[in-house]
């Protein structure tokens, strides 16, 4: 049986947020499919605690948009149709590209140094998919950072989310990890360049790549 989860006093969170990460993180490995009823009974009593905390951390996850909740019937990991896919690489590609451009015009020395050691160990992770994937997208959001806008990281970071509900990763298409290296080192190189421009539409690119894949 699973470990039971502390006790609100000894969680410098509430209970319900820890109860919510740790749904969050069997969601994304799959351990609760998308379309899957939750049985709530099942999991309060494979966490140690009430159907209370649980009610609440589903209600987070549901604005995060994880879990559709339909009344009378309960809560269920949420499915990503082809058009919530299509969508959501719409907006990336836009809040993304704007936030690439922005960095190559405005980003520290520092800033730019952190994203090509980032970018050094994707090389390095190339034939680990799981790892590869982490590291992708640490990339991605360290750029968000460098590029300064709270609100549109928040954004992103929620999209990402999201996607992780797909099943049909882009990643996951052969060739795709190798391309998808290539694009993250022609963007490196437009940062390092100062190249705004390039750095927006290399972006775009990535991104419509990517969609094209997950098709």
Do not use: C
């Amino acid at each position: 049986m699973s470990a039971v989860l502390p006790a609100p006093s000894l969680s410098r969170r509430a209970l319900y947020e820890d109860v919510a990460e740790r749904l969050r993180a069997q969601i994304f490995a799959r351990e609760l499919e998308p379309g899957a009823w939750i049985d709530e009974m099942k999991l309060a009593g494979a966490y140690g605690i009430s159907r209370t905390p649980l009610r609440e951390a589903l209600k987070v996850l549901a604005v995060e948009g994880l879990v559709t909740m339909k009344p009378r019937r309960g809560a269920y990991v949420a499915e990503m149709s082809r058009d919530d896919v299509a969508q959501i690489y719409h907006l990336l590609a836009l809040l993304e590209s704007d936030a690439a451009g922005e960095v190559a015009r405005r980003a520290s020395e520092a800033q730019l140094a952190h994203l090509r050691r980032l970018h050094e160990r994707l090389e390095k992770l190339a034939r680990q998919r799981d790892a590869f994937f982490a590291a992708n997208e640490q990339f991605h959001m360290a750029l968000l950072e460098a590029a300064g806008n709270r609100w549109r990281t928040q954004i992103v970071a929620d999209l990402r989310k999201v996607m992780k509900l797909n099943r049909h990763h882009s990643l996951f298409k052969q060739g795709r990890l190798a391309e998808s290296l290539a694009e993250h080192r022609a963007l490196m190189a437009a940062l390092m360049a100062r190249s705004g421009a390039r750095a927006t539409a290399l972006m775009r690119e990535h991104f419509a790549n990517g969609l094209e894949a997950a098709r």
